[in-house]
Each structure stands twice: as structure tokens, then as C-alpha cells.
């Protein structure tokens, strides 16, 4: 990293302000998930399996950026509140597919409909086009750190864009 941007202000680091965001919408979002006794972690694996379907614990915890053993723990709170189930033993390999159980579906709908404020809150004041030019570059930001830009490439910004 070059010295000039070590010394950016805060304020005006992206990664600062990224992380920023990142901390307020998951505060916003355990508070409206809260009332329903759900964790960030658990509403992420409920909406993860509703789309993905079987998944085993690896990829559970591949999907939501955890440790195995996290989402283990994860896992077993949801099943011991019945809104996942799991088979004790799998015929071939380690890997137990979970699925979704209907108290997990039911409970499912009451925390995206919790979450919808949330949503609508974080992006108020972006008309659409700004809404999808913002994802866009996250995308890029996504790719870049994942898998290095090159020059000219990946890291360049629509036309018009903000970056």
C-alpha cells in the first residue's frame, strides 16, 4: 500500500467506510430480527438453505463466511428450535443435508418481512439507477479483492460513475 493512502482520512477511506456500513446494517437488521428470536447468523442460514436447498454444514458455513464449527453451532440452535432438520446418519460420507423445516419457511417470511424496513431505510435517497451502479461496483470491489485487478480492467467505473 503507498503511503498516501495509509495516511487518507478515515472519513475518506473506503474500506472505513465500507466496514462502517456493513457494522450499522447488521445492527439495524438484529434489532428488526430480534423480535422474531433470531441472530444475523441464524436469519442468514435460514434464507441460505430456502435458496439452496440440502446444503451440508461446509457449505452452509462456506456460503456465510464462517468456520465449520460456527456454523455448527448455528445449526444446532436452529434444530433445537425445530426450524431445520438434519438426519442423524447419511448413508454414504459425513455430510448431513439440512433442509428447512415449515416452522423454518413460517418464520422465514416474518423475518424478510422485518427486514424489508431495514432495506428500505439503507437505501433511501438512491433512486434505482444509483441502487444498481452501487452494486455494480461493489461487484467490482468483490472481484478485485478476490481475484487481483489488472490494470485497466476490473477496477474501472461505468461512465458516469462515482469512481
Same mark, same amino acid.
Given at each position: 500500500?503507498?503511503?498516501?493512502?495509509?495516511? /487518507? %482520512?478515515? =472519513?475518506?477511506? $473506503? @474500506?472505513?467506510?465500507?466496514?462502517?456500513?456493513? &457494522? *450499522?446494517?447488521?445492527?439495524?437488521?438484529?434489532?428488526?430480527?430480534?423480535?422474531?428470536?433470531?441472530?444475523?447468523?441464524?436469519?442468514?442460514?435460514?434464507?441460505?438453505?430456502?435458496?439452496?436447498?440440502?446444503?451440508?454444514?461446509?457449505?452452509?458455513?462456506?456460503?456465510?463466511?464462517?468456520?465449520?464449527?460456527?456454523?455448527?453451532?448455528?445449526?444446532?440452535?436452529?434444530?433445537?428450535?425445530?426450524?431445520?432438520? /438434519? %438426519?442423524? =446418519?447419511?448413508? $454414504? @460420507?459425513?455430510?448431513?443435508?439440512?433442509?428447512? &423445516? *415449515?416452522?423454518?419457511?413460517?418464520?422465514?417470511?416474518?423475518?424478510?418481512?422485518?427486514?424489508?424496513?431495514?432495506?428500505?431505510?439503507?437505501?433511501?435517497?438512491?433512486?434505482?439507477?444509483?441502487?444498481?451502479?452501487?452494486?455494480?461496483?461493489?461487484?467490482?470491489?468483490?472481484?478485485?479483492?478476490?481475484?487481483?485487478?489488472?490494470?485497466?480492467?476490473?477496477?474501472?467505473?461505468?461512465?458516469?460513475?462515482?469512481?
Amino acid at each position: 500500500m503507498c503511503q498516501a493512502a495509509s495516511l /487518507r %482520512p478515515l =472519513d475518506r477511506s $473506503i @474500506g472505513y467506510v465500507l466496514k462502517q456500513a456493513t &457494522t *450499522a446494517l447488521n445492527a439495524a437488521m438484529a434489532a428488526a430480527l430480534r423480535p422474531h428470536g433470531l441472530t444475523v447468523p441464524q436469519y442468514s442460514c435460514l434464507e441460505l438453505l430456502s435458496q439452496r436447498p440440502e446444503q451440508s454444514n461446509a457449505e452452509l458455513a462456506r456460503g456465510m463466511f464462517v468456520t465449520p464449527q460456527s456454523m455448527n453451532e448455528v445449526l444446532r440452535g436452529l434444530q433445537s428450535r425445530s426450524l431445520v432438520a /438434519r %438426519p442423524q =446418519d447419511v448413508a $454414504i @460420507g459425513r455430510a448431513r443435508p439440512t433442509h428447512l &423445516t *415449515a416452522a423454518g419457511r413460517t418464520l422465514l417470511e416474518h423475518a424478510r418481512t422485518a427486514l424489508v424496513p431495514v432495506e428500505e431505510r439503507m437505501l433511501s435517497g438512491m433512486t434505482s439507477p444509483h441502487q444498481q451502479q452501487m452494486l455494480a461496483h461493489l461487484r467490482t470491489v468483490i472481484h478485485n479483492l478476490e481475484h487481483g485487478a489488472d490494470a485497466g480492467e476490473a477496477g474501472t467505473s461505468e461512465p458516469g460513475g462515482a469512481g
